[in-house]
């Protein structure tokens, strides 16, 4: 199974951090895996190009091989991750992750933590 997790600071995302395999079909094949790395590519591209983050400042991670899987991005700095366009980017993530589990929900879940 496939945990996202968003963590917020005073109700704003700050970071995320999805970790596991989904095992909805063999490697290569796999729809939900598929969708959710599409999404936070598209998140970390957001906020790379659009927003104009650094990848310092977004403390990005992506690791993925047959034993593990983990992708995070976790934004210290309340100057950034306070921004009405980088709420927007992370709000787009969290709508369309729980799209993904109204059809998926054997396969994804998505936790959240307020720190």
Same mark, same amino acid.
């Given at each position: ?18 970790t ?5 079909a ?11 790395s ?14 104009k =983050?650094?990848?310092d ?7 993925e091989?047959? *034993?593990? +899987?983990l !992708? $995070? ?6 100057? =950034?991750?306070?921004?009405p366009g980088?709420?927007?980017g992370?709000?787009?993530? *969290?709508? +369309?992750? !729980? $799209?993904?589990?109204?059809d ?10 307020e720190?």
């Amino acid at each position: 199974m496939i945990e996202v997790k968003l963590i917020k600071e005073k109700n704003n995302f700050k970071s995320v951090l999805i970790t596991g395999h989904a095992g909805y079909a063999d490697s290569g094949y796999d729809l939900v895996c598929a969708s959710v790395s599409s999404l936070a590519m598209g998140l970390s591209n957001y906020l790379l190009e659009v927003e104009k =983050i650094s990848i310092d400042d977004l403390n990005f991670h992506a690791i993925e091989n047959e *034993e593990a +899987s983990l !992708f $995070s991005i976790n934004i210290d700095d309340p100057s =950034i991750y306070n921004r009405p366009g980088v709420q927007s980017g992370f709000k787009f993530f *969290e709508i +369309s992750i !729980f $799209s993904l589990i109204q059809d998926y929900k054997d396969y994804l879940k998505l936790v959240y933590r307020e720190v």
